[in-house]
């Protein structure tokens, strides 16, 4: 494959886990050096001619962050769940738009604040099941939970912890902001953690919600928002297996949308892992966008670049391999 | 004075106390209420057609951030001072973003996390100045600085604390992302608590170091960077005054670059305080810029429209009243 056209767009997403390993306790040594990894794996995209934006995920961060919060509440506020994700929005957009310019030249990565509105009938808000931050005794949790409103469960017997929904991200709100910078030849950092969320009401006004965007699905409607067509969805493993554990174990190199949406009704992909990242890339096709690439970090430039048996492509059947516009 | 030039570009810098008062603990509510009220102060000049970055400072929330850092140190990693600075450009980033949105319109801000290069050799690195984060008794501060390479101080007869260089700022690493979205008509967050303070390898790589940048000086070193014709250094007084706490005390409210500088050289300044709006006004127009206006949040638009006793203008006495290109 020749290098992409200039102005096609890809949106990449790395998991907070790529930052802190989950043998890592989250020192900035770690995450600096995790981040220039990263950027190895990013500059390759960008050099051979994509307008890129980076989503990351932030858990490990946000829950370190949140402990650390959590530990001096009676004496410093600790601040709301949506604002420690903004602050790692700060922190993760930073040390990547860094790793970034070392590859790229300073200047050429920068990082928006995302927000990201959801709708608040979001049935998600029903069911919270996303655990977040410290474990604590059933008695601080009963506290936390008349204190502050959370809602609080037994979690993997280890203590009671938040929980708090993960609603279907809506819209981007800085959408406008991240397409003028990929235009201009940024690689932008957008939405991380899945971004801040919000509920827009109708003035107009943005209130600020506790709740964890998927950064995958966030990562597919920044994609659909600013009009790209590629989206790569990074994990820990370098293609899609199918019949994982089993001894009909394989991995799945081509995949159409058809084939994902059947394999994901089957119950091939658990909810949290790869679930998400099959749910995000079928919605990103059915918006409009091209080519779905789910790959390891180390495997991303022969992905993109169509090598046979690199990374898992899903695409529909009538595109032509390799193409990117 | 009439709506200034459709393209015309002013910075305006806002203080850290702008949104966490010096009688308040930084809560969020208390940070949201601050920040809706200062939007309604920008927004006025947003609305008289002004292109408008904003540079917040970062000083109680950053330092409580620090303190929660500390409180768990031994079971969490403490991030670093520049990560820490990045973090709070998150944090209120996102606050300022949502309460400009909700007067201007979803979308029309965008916060720009932004590095500013700083040259190892300043000489304030030989003598930090800055105090930062808890106090310390004298045998952890000794630790700390075995441990961390701090340099620590005793402040105030309170204790011990880490001080830190405030080098002036070099360079802003994101002017071309932070331009692109001003011409584009955002309303742009940067630079927040005088920037991400890194050094600038020859091979143009970036190392964060711990210090703190003024923020007004980083203002002014944004407004030359982007080319804008005014610089608004926000402050809790209405306008400068001259013999403060003297019984000559008074309004200054039309200052030439050459009075403010004898008045400054005269000591009428303090460091801590006016002193630094000063130097920052000086800088902006000894490179370029129009003009510099120093007054409160309440006064701003009044200042801005050029209301003869609202705020303190500082211009060259060739440039006539109001011109704003």
């Known amino acids: 494959m020749t290098a992409a056209p200039t102005m096609a767009t890809a949106v990449v997403a790395v998991g907070g886990n790529a930052l802190t390993a989950a043998d890592q306790d989250g020192t900035w040594a770690e995450i600096e050096a995790n981040a220039a990894e990263m950027a190895g794996s990013l500059s390759a995209l960008v050099r051979s001619g994509w307008q890129v934006a980076v989503v990351h995920g932030n858990g490990p961060q946000v829950g ?35 790793a970034v310019d070392r590859e790229c030249g300073p200047g050429t990565a920068a990082c928006v604040v995302t927000h990201v509105g959801v709708d608040p009938q979001d049935p998600a808000f029903e069911h919270p099941t996303k655990p977040i931050g410290p474990f604590f005794s059933r008695e601080r949790a009963d506290e936390l939970a008349r204190e502050r409103g959370w809602q609080v469960v037994e979690d993997s017997g280890r203590g009671y912890r938040r929980v708090v929904a993960s609603p279907r991200p809506a819209r981007i709100i800085e959408m ?12 932008v950092l957008a939405a991380g953690g899945g971004g801040v969320a919000v509920s827009v009401g109708p003035d107009g006004a943005m209130t600020g919600i506790d709740a964890v965007i998927d950064k995958d699905l966030a990562a597919a409607a920044l994609a659909t928002a600013v009009g790209a067509s590629e989206l790569y969805l990074l994990t820990g493993v370098d293609c899609v297996l199918l019949d994982f554990g089993t001894p009909d174990q394989r991995p799945a190199h081509r995949l159409t949308p058809e084939e994902a949406e059947r394999h994901l009704a089957e119950g091939q992909f658990p909810p949290g892992s790869m679930g998400p990242k099959i749910t995000a890339a079928l919605r990103f096709l059915n918006d409009g966008g091209h080519r779905v ?21 899903i695409e529909p059947a009538h595109v032509s391999v390799g193409s990117a516009s």
Do not use: K
């Open 64 to 98: 370190n962050l949140a402990l650390q919060q959590d530990a001096l509440a009676h004496s410093v506020p600790a601040q709301p769940l949506h604002q420690l994700c903004a602050m790692t929005q700060g922190q993760l957009g930073s040390v990547l738009v860094r």
């Open 176 to 187: 406008g902001a991240v397409r003028t910078l990929l235009q201009a030849g940024h690689v």
């Open 293 to 313: 690439i789910i790959t390891s970090a180390r495997m991303l430039a022969e992905a993109a670049a169509g090598r046979p048996g690199a990374g898992t492509c």
